[in-house]
């Protein structure tokens, strides 16, 4: 049976130490990553169909393949990519100046580092306090708004 490759959609962000790139895959299975120092691979099986993705990408810049890292999740897989050169930005994630299809930026987690001399995001305890505390939708607190109206109804009957 013929089994046909596809790439995996993925978001990425620039921090100062670090790139971050996340694979939008539910329920993965065999994840594999490879960290070469200029190039990074990652591949899977994923979903119900177990549909075979695969993604390799020759970086913009360097990376120290022995300190990154990735963490699978039931809703995609989170890699940590250290930077050779710390403190050096990455205009983009790959290479060549065209980007791949499957890849955009993530702009939720953007930040701009460079004005920012307090930031020192990067450092793997960090990631991994990040990556104990990601889950799904649901831990997300609700905004109760029935408190919100019942503080203002109990002001209004003081005034």
């Known amino acids: 049976m013929l089994h046909?490759?596809?790439p995996a959609?993925?978001?990425?962000?620039?921090?100062?130490?670090?790139?971050?790139?996340?694979?939008c895959v539910a329920d993965s299975k065999d994840?594999?990553?490879?960290?070469d120092k200029t190039k990074f691979g990652f591949s899977c099986l994923g979903g119900t169909d177990n549909v075979k993705y695969e993604n390799e990408i020759d970086l913009f810049e360097a990376i120290d393949e022995n300190e990154s890292k990735h963490k699978r999740t039931d809703r995609s897989v989170l890699c940590y990519l250290r930077k050779a050169q710390p403190g050096k930005s990455w205009l983009r994630l790959t290479k060549e100046k065209p980007?791949?299809?499957?890849?955009?930026?993530d702009f939720n987690n953007w930040k701009d580092w460079e004005d920012d001399s307090d930031e020192e995001m990067g450092n793997f305890d960090?990631?991994?306090?990040?990556?104990?505390?990601m889950g799904g939708e649901d831990d997300i607190?609700?905004?109760d708004v029935r408190d919100e109206s019942?503080?203002?109804?109990?002001?209004?009957?003081?005034?």
């Open 4 to 6: 046909y490759r596809h």
């Open 9 to 23: 959609t993925a978001k990425w962000y620039d921090r100062r130490d670090s790139v971050f790139i996340e694979f």
């Open 31 to 35: 994840v594999k990553v490879n960290f």
């Open 99 to 105: 980007k791949p299809s499957w890849l955009s930026v």
């Open 126 to 133: 960090q990631f991994s306090d990040m990556m104990n505390n």
């Open 141 to 143: 607190p609700d905004l």
């Open 150 to 159: 019942a503080d203002s109804d109990d002001e209004s009957k003081y005034l």
